[in-house]
């Protein structure tokens, strides 16, 4: 029996396991893909107080160690059922129960697809979701990128050290992310806003060849790329787990500041938690927060 399991080892889970750690509690941290979570394909970080540059791999990395080297226990299964008995979870992944007497879900969020028909054909033949992943495939090509985030903004801008020409493709005139970053991308000569529209598109034999995008008075373009990196924002994993938390209309876990949820013993962490602002540092707050009051909840 573990004192907390924390489910997801991304910036949130992380810090969750180095205070429930420093409060002395055994501590499983479950992982279904590889620690780091969506932080890991971020390649400059500059936003973090006292990290004023630093990977989103190299961050990882060290939090996930420090983590390990307090005494976290780590198993890369995906949990996809959390049973209450009181004061007993069972945490259920493919291959086994874990039992705790707190859980935090720290799961964060996938992809979300763009929607255009064939996109999920091209995944690999043109279409990724990660540019830090596989900017190097279009060395010296064109390519666009989609969406009006951080996300956006900062693929468009690594693509531009890498690609020959960067298209970014955005549905309004005005972006969701960080304005430093889009003006960065403004400086940028082999880097084109395309604003106020959407892919409406795909063209491909086997590989993507070009994007048909459309404005807002209907007029079409034809962009020549080889990739299409598309960062229109996330969906929170909570689906396992929503017998016990209360989720809103898309899907985000309601909780407390404190990170409680509902059912005593659960607590929600980082971005698939109902919150104003998803950043690194909200992330690692809400880790701090929820294995404080899982604590807490333990003492009680
Ligand atoms: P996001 O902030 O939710 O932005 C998603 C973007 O995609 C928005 O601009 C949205 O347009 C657009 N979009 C959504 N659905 C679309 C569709 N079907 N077609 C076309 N465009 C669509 O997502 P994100 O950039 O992945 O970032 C997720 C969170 O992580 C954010 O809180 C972000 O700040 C954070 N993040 C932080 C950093 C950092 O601090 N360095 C880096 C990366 C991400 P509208 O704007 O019109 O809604």
New binding site residues.
Partial sequence: MTDIIIIGAGPAGLTAAIYARRAAKSVLVLEAKGYGG??IN?P?????PVAAHIS?FDFATKVYEQAKALGAEFKFEKAIEIRDDGEIKTVVTPKNEYEAKAVIIATG?E?????VEGEDKLVGRGISYCATCDGAFFRKKNVAV?????????DALYMADIADKVYL????D?????EA?AEKLRQRENVELVLNS??TKLNAEKRLQSVEVTDKQGNTRTLEVSGLFV????IPENKSFENLIELDGAGYAASAENCRTKTPGVFVAG?NRQKE?????TAASDGAVAATEAVKYLNE
């Avoid at 400059?44 to 973090?48: A, D, K």
């Avoid at 989609?146 to 900062?154: F, I, P, R």
């Avoid at 602002?277 to 540092?281: D, G, H, N, S």
């Fill in positions: 969506q932080i971020t400059h970080i500059e936003n973090y989103g969020s992809n979300r697809k763009l929607g989609v969406g009006g985030g951080n996300t956006a903004l900062e493709i955005h549905r309004r005005s972006f969701r992310g960080e970053t959407q892919v960062a229109v924002g996330r971005d602002v998803r950043q690194l540092v």
